[in-house]
């Protein structure tokens, strides 16, 4: 069972849900994302450590699902983790090792690497349960996300 449901839902609920659309490039999404993340004052800084991120390698997982994340957010000095859900539509090529392109990204700031980990471990797991995928290509919104984290943590 996994467990800090409860953090992450609180986390989602500090960056929310956005949907972006005619996005045609890598750098031009990473700009949206950091513009629409409201939790997060230092935008340009936010952006340059996302965009570094992705150049080391691709945070996508496959299914048409990315998980972006600067690899230094102590630089952004929140005070409490930020996820953000963004919706792409049409979605993008993001070099995805099953060579689908991404609609879907969970933009994971965290202020430590224990935080960082319990959220890639709770994000994996759900992200794994044929249910939760099902709902997620309806692309819900705040309210229904969170609910489906709620369910997916009893799991």
Same mark, same amino acid.
């Given at each position: 069972?996994?467990?800090? %449901?409860?953090?992450?839902?609180? #986390?989602? %609920?500090?960056?929310?849900? !956005? ?7 890598r750098?031009? /999404?990473?700009? #949206?994302? %950091?513009?629409?993340?409201? #939790? @997060?004052? #230092? ?17 996508? @997982?496959? !299914?048409?699902?990315?998980?972006? !994340? ?11 983790? @930020? @996820? ?17 392109p ?11 690497? $224990? %935080? !960082? ?24 919104? /705040? ?9 997916? $943590?009893?799991?």
């Amino acid at each position: 069972m996994v467990k800090h %449901s409860e953090e992450i839902i609180e #986390a989602l %609920s500090r960056g929310g849900v !956005h949907h972006l659309e005619s996005i045609a490039s890598r750098e031009q /999404l990473l700009r #949206a994302i %950091s513009d629409r993340l409201e #939790a @997060v004052p #230092a935008k340009s800084l936010l952006f340059e450590l996302l965009l570094e991120r992705e150049q080391v390698v691709s945070t996508a @997982v496959g !299914h048409g699902v990315a998980l972006p !994340h600067p690899r230094n957010a102590k630089l952004l000095h929140l005070q409490k983790r @930020v @996820v953000g859900c963004f919706y792409l539509d049409p979605p993008i090529d993001y070099d995805a090792r099953d060579g689908e392109p991404v609609w879907c990204f969970f933009v994971l700031i965290c202020l430590d690497t $224990a %935080s !960082h980990l319990r959220t890639m471990r709770e994000l994996a797991h759900c992200l794994r349960q044929p249910e939760f995928m099902t709902q997620l290509l309806q692309k819900p919104d /705040l309210e229904g996300l969170t609910q489906m984290f709620a369910e997916c $943590a009893g799991k």
